[in-house]
């Protein structure tokens, strides 16, 4: 037969393809990648990262691709530096830029540290309660605030129901704090990945995590000067001691001259704690209704910390001729929410608690010498744009709290700053500081919120103010926005003593409206340094 050129053509390249094909007994090298070490146990920490190393064989390629498979447990960059981010185990892996070969490392997170999660309910369910029955749940007092402004007892006051505790208990979590008001409960426990449990529950709207691990803070500068007499003041200005000044730059001395001094009123000083304040000789005076800590981890809400000491001074001290504050007779609950070793937002969960238990027994006037505007926590950070008078937890915690006709005033802090909460809220008095010729403070905070309000709404003694120190041993002259709060608290409480008939917000209304600059407010006065006689006179006018 004979064979046409094109057949002959296919049948050649068929020889040389069979003649050219590799023997069977020849191997290929195989590409091959490895991670040096090949598993990893890590603790849990923070700015630490542990470096993997990948080898590659047999390819003309080196570049790989690193990736977790539990970024949750465990991260890692483009070189392979791996950094734990919470107990477990995961997988971390190198894959060869063309993906023909991998390799795995076993990351092991461990873990000693415990978890504050912040529960949002979707709702409080049934608590068995009902707001017509309130004095199973509130004091005759509260009741009696509320009737006295026209306020009613609703739903917002109801606990939240003990089976949704049982609930989140069961889960292995242990309840360190809750609010009714906003329908939020705080647990505690060492398992990162209980969250994921708690969020299954069905009335559990979100988890937020709020505390992890606790860093030194410190919270207020201190500076101490020498005491000198001033003879200017008048023998009727001896009254007052030291605390002159605290008390003069406002014409407080105007109402207590009138016999109001703040009797029957009750404050809250929700601060750090209150160290040696039962043995002080110079608070032996004071009216202390009751001391309580929302701090889960200490319950002593006398504790290590002066802070609280120094505040309730300024108002409750009680000893004419050496020093007198600005409500020397009102009664005080002394409530501690600040954990002076950690900056977590977890304490605005106490501070929340704590308002929400003030309420309870009766208290007409909260003083809080706290702040919140930074964070220890990364994944939490304090936002401007947040800090609008409605969205942060004690901001809002504030505002009910203002429902619920109490009178709040909250320090402006000492940042030269935008204020923190829950000052931001437009229902609290936030106080800067001033020196007692008026001039501002260099350390006040100001500014305006996101909504276009001025704050602070006033100002008082901050600079220099006289306080009464946990020995009691002599006077201390202290610097700071903590100071100027409980000195106009003490104040307000006085003027509503003369004139019950006013509501909390009508309070706040007439305080601005006494102030030196109400008709021109400017930064960083607020509405400026309220005069006591001006707002006497203004009360009587409502």
């Not at 000067?225 to 030291?242: A, E, M, Q, R, V």
């Not at 994944?379 to 709040?408: C, Q, S, V």
Request: glycine share 6%; with cysteine.
């Amino acid at each position: 037969m004979k064979l046409n050129s094109i057949t002959l053509f296919f049948l050649v390249c068929i020889f040389f393809l069979v003649e050219c094909k590799e023997p069977d007994n020849v191997l290929k090298e195989t590409i091959t990648v490895t991670i040096t070490p090949d598993s990893l146990i890590i603790p849990k920490t923070d700015f630490v990262s542990w470096r993997l190393k990948a080898t590659v064989t047999n390819s003309d390629s080196d570049s790989i691709v690193w990736s977790s498979e539990n970024t949750r447990i465990a991260t890692v960059n483009e070189k392979g530096y791996v950094t734990a981010i919470n107990a477990g185990v995961t997988e971390v892996v190198a894959t060869l830029f063309n993906g023909k070969a991998f390799a795995k490392c076993k990351v092991t997170v461990t873990d000693n540290n415990d978890y504050k999660f912040r529960l949002i309910l979707k709702d409080k369910g049934t608590s068995g309660f009902s707001v017509n029955r309130p004095e199973e749940f509130l004091s005759l007092k509260s009741i009696e605030r509320r009737r006295k402004q026209n306020l009613s007892v609703n739903e917002t006051d109801l606990p939240i129901s003990t089976d949704y505790i049982k609930e989140i208990e069961k889960t292995g979590a242990v309840v360190v704090s809750k609010s009714k008001w906003l329908k939020t409960v705080t647990i505690k426990c060492s398992d990162f990945f209980l969250s994921d449990k708690l969020k299954e529950l069905s009335f559990v709207e979100d988890v937020v995590l709020v505390w992890q691990t606790n860093k030194p803070i410190y919270l207020n500068t201190k500076k101490q000067i020498n005491i000198s007499s001033d003879p200017t003041k008048s023998l009727s200005d001896t009254i007052y001691g030291s605390a002159f000044d605290n008390i003069n730059l406002n014409k407080g001395q105007y109402l207590h001259e009138l016999g109001y001094k703040g009797a029957g009123i009750d404050i809250a000083v929700i601060d750090a704690a209150f160290v040696g304040i039962r043995s002080n000789p110079q608070l032996k005076n004071v009216h202390i209704k009751g001391a309580k800590s929302f701090i889960f981890e200490d319950q002593d809400p006398y504790g290590t910390d002066t802070h609280g000491v120094w505040t309730t001074s300024c108002m409750a001290t009680n000893m004419p001729g050496y020093y007198v504050g600005t409500a020397p007779e009102a009664n005080y609950w002394l409530l501690r929410t600040e954990d002076i070793d950690s900056e977590y937002p977890v304490e605005q969960d106490y501070w929340v608690a704590a308002i929400e238990f003030a309420d309870s027994v009766g208290v007409d006037v909260v003083n809080t010498s706290l702040y919140y505007t930074t964070s220890n926590f990364a994944p939490y950070h304090y936002r401007f744009e947040d800090l609008d008078g409605k969205t942060e937890l004690a901001t809002r915690g504030a505002n009910m709290a203002a429902d619920k006709g109490i009178f709040i005033v909250c320090c402006a802090g000492n940042e030269s700053s935008w204020i923190g909460t829950p000052g931001d809220s437009p229902n609290v008095l936030a106080v800067g500081a001033v020196n007692n010729k008026g001039l501002i403070a260099d350390f006040s905070s100001f500014g305006l919120t996101v909504d276009g309000r001025i704050k602070p709404d006033v100002v008082a003694l901050g600079s220099g103010a006289a306080v009464i120190p946990e020995s009691g041993a002599y006077i201390d002259y202290r610097y700071g926005t903590s100071y100027s709060s409980p000195i106009m608290c003490g104040l307000a409480a006085c003027l509503w003593q003369a004139n019950p008939q006013l509501t909390n917000k009508q309070l706040l209304d007439v305080i601005k409206k006494s102030a030196d600059r109400y008709n021109n407010p400017l930064l960083p006065y607020g509405y400026g340094i309220p005069d006591m006689q001006k707002a006497f006179e203004l009360a009587r006018g409502l």
